[in-house]
């Protein structure tokens, strides 16, 4: 990009625009620039039209009015893609993260080939419905992730090394990033949701699996071979049931979709396919002493893997959401006991915040990460 100051890469700057509007100052700080460097470094992206600069704002205090700058809503377009075992779910968005569009679609197979073909039709479908080009992709899905591109391990898919990113991109010719769906949802939390401006932050979320999400100077922890945060199989109650690979009361067995279901339906002596949590939290199901055991296990169970993930990394904040949080709602008390009794007692008190949930939380979650990616690509221009 003509213009951009030497030695400073001008996504840098646009990368933390997105994450939401921040005066030069704020900027600056950031990224360890004085302002009269962050006034150069920002003019091409003004002048290319990728970010605008608000009208004064007066602060609180005494001092000159503050201007944010902020990225231009038209200025690109992303695509959020979610996979799961039988569904596909797409949202297209703007860089601020409304919802444009959104698409659902069911998956009749599973081989990599075929959804890649899935994806690609499904991203043309909402450009024409739109009526706007999408700029980049991003796909989540319950699996380990390598470098955002590669899937290793997807077993609700039977995928091993799968080359994803590679794949959709040669597709739709649009640059495409690919990561574990939780992380995904995590990163959107931090850019645009209450997690903004916290740090350490971390998302939990409970329901057909068990997982976690940790942001940390705005950056998703990933680990060394993608699957940072998979905590579904830490033992919790070790003379509890076991999980379906053989687990004995791991996290997985007792707070899990499938874990809740396959306890209720032993109790109830029926198959767990006739069930659904929502059942379990009417009034009649849940009045039964068997039953409200269940419910109150799985909400323990779901405390002391909260509690203990607060204790490893302090966070600022924990947002736990998912399928599964309906459980936590209702038995709040159990749950949040559990968390207060796994804190040090020098240790300050950590807010949890129990989120409702959406689908299409999922989606946005993976337009964050093609959101980013768009950022590295113009920012390179």
């Known amino acids: 990009m003509e213009g951009a100051v030497r030695g400073l890469g001008t996504r840098a700057l646009l990368s933390l625009i997105c994450a939401g509007p921040m005066s030069r100052g704020?900027?600056?700080?950031?990224?360890?620039?004085?302002?009269?460097?962050?006034?150069?470094?920002?003019?091409?992206l003004i002048e290319a039209r990728l970010i605008e600069e608000g009208p004064p704002a007066q602060a609180g205090g005494p001092g000159r009015p503050t201007r944010l700058l902020a990225v231009v809503p038209t200025s690109a377009t992303v695509v959020?893609?979610?996979?799961?075992?039988?569904?596909?779910?797409?949202?297209?968005?703007?860089?601020?993260g409304q919802v444009l569009a959104s698409a659902?679609?069911?998956l009749t197979v599973s081989d990599a080939t075929s959804?890649?073909?899935?994806?690609?039709?499904?991203?043309?479908r909402l450009a024409q419905r739109s009526g706007r080009q999408p700029d980049a992709i991003g796909i989540s899905l319950g699996a380990a992730v390598v470098e955002r591109r590669t899937v290793v391990v997807a077993s609700f898919l039977g995928w091993r090394d799968v080359p994803l990113a590679d794949m959709v991109g040669e597709a739709t010719s649009l640059p495409c990033v690919v990561a574990n769906d939780v992380r995904a949802f995590a990163y959107a939390e931090s850019w645009y949701g209450t997690g903004r401006g916290q740090d350490p932050f971390a998302l939990v979320t409970f329901g057909a699996g068990i997982g976690c999400g940790i942001a940390v100077g705005g950056e998703i922890v990933s680990g060394a071979r993608g699957a940072a945060g998979s905590v579904g199989h830490l033992p919790v109650a070790p003379s509890g049931p076991s999980c379906e690979i053989g687990h004995a009361g791991c996290a997985r067995a007792l707070a899990s979709t499938a874990g809740i279901l396959r306890a209720a339906a032993e109790h109830l002596g029926c198959g767990a396919e006739e069930l659904s949590v929502e059942q379990l939290l009417s009034p009649p199901l849940r009045e039964d002493p068997g039953i409200d055991e269940v419910l109150r296990r799985a909400a323990l169970a779901a405390g002391r893997v909260v509690g203990s993930l607060i204790?490893?990394?302090?966070?600022?904040?924990?947002?736990?959401?998912?399928?599964?949080?309906?459980?936590?709602?209702?038995?709040?008390?159990?749950?949040e006991e559990e968390v207060v009794s796994l804190r040090h007692w020098s240790a300050?008190?950590?807010?949890v915040v129990l989120r409702p949930f959406e689908f299409a939380e999922w989606g946005r979650g993976?337009?964050?990460?093609?959101?980013?990616?768009?950022?590295?690509?113009?920012?390179?221009?």
């Not at 959020?80 to 601020?96: C, F, N, S």
């Open 26 to 44: 704020e900027l600056g700080r950031r990224l360890g620039l004085s302002a009269a460097t962050t006034t150069r470094a920002v003019r091409p």
């Open 80 to 96: 959020g893609i979610k996979l799961t075992d039988h569904r596909l779910y797409a949202v297209l968005t703007d860089p601020l």
């Open 104 to 106: 659902s679609q069911p």
């Open 115 to 124: 959804v890649t073909a899935l994806i690609a039709s499904v991203v043309a």
């Open 311 to 335: 204790a490893f990394i302090d966070p600022e904040l924990v947002v736990v959401s998912g399928e599964g949080v309906g459980v936590l709602e209702a038995y709040r008390e159990t749950f």
């Open 348 to 351: 300050a008190p950590v807010p």
């Open 366 to 381: 993976a337009a964050a990460l093609a959101l980013e990616r768009w950022a590295l690509v113009a920012g390179d221009r």
